[in-house]
Nanobody, 119 residues
Framework: QVQLVESGGGLVQAGGSLRLSCAASGSGFSINVMGWYRQAPGKQRELVALIVTGSTNYADSVKGRFTVSRDSAKNTVYLQMASLQPEDTAVYYC??????????????WGQGTQVTVSS
C-alpha cells in the first residue's frame, strides 16, 4: 500500500506564501497522477491542482497563485502557494493515483494538513 506523508501547512497572513510537500512511499508501484485537494469547513473537498507527466491542471480560484510540481525521483509532490487569501483556508490533502503491475489504478490520500490564512 502506498503511504503519503504531508508537511508544510500552518498559519500565514493574507498575501503570504506557504509550500506544501507530500512524499509517497511503498514498493512495487508507479505513479500516474499527483496533486492536491482541499476542504474548507462546511464545504465539499475540491480539486486544487494536479500534475501528470507533462501537464498540470488548476482550479480557477488558484490559477496564477499556486504552482504544483513533482520530483519523480523522490515520489514527492509540492504545492507552492503565493498571494494567499482567507478563502484559501482549508485542510489540504495530498492525492496520488498509482498502479501496481498488471493491476488497476488505485487512489491514495494524505492525512491532511491545515492551512489557515488570517486577514
Amino acid at each position: 500500500q502506498v503511504q503519503l506523508v504531508e508537511s508544510g501547512g500552518g498559519l500565514v497572513q493574507a498575501g503570504g506564501s506557504l509550500r506544501l510537500s507530500c512524499a509517497a512511499s511503498g514498493s512495487g508501484f508507479s505513479i500516474n497522477v499527483m496533486g492536491w485537494y482541499r476542504q474548507a469547513p462546511g464545504k465539499q473537498r475540491e480539486l486544487v491542482a494536479l500534475i501528470v507527466t507533462g501537464s498540470t491542471n488548476y482550479a480557477d480560484s488558484v490559477k496564477g497563485r499556486f504552482t504544483v510540481s513533482r520530483d519523480s525521483a523522490k515520489n514527492t509532490v509540492y504545492l507552492q502557494m503565493a498571494s494567499l487569501q482567507p478563502e484559501d483556508t482549508a485542510v489540504y490533502y495530498c492525492y496520488v493515483q498509482y498502479n501496481r503491475p498488471f493491476m488497476r489504478s488505485y487512489d491514495a490520500w494524505g492525512q491532511g494538513t491545515q492551512v489557515t490564512v488570517s486577514s
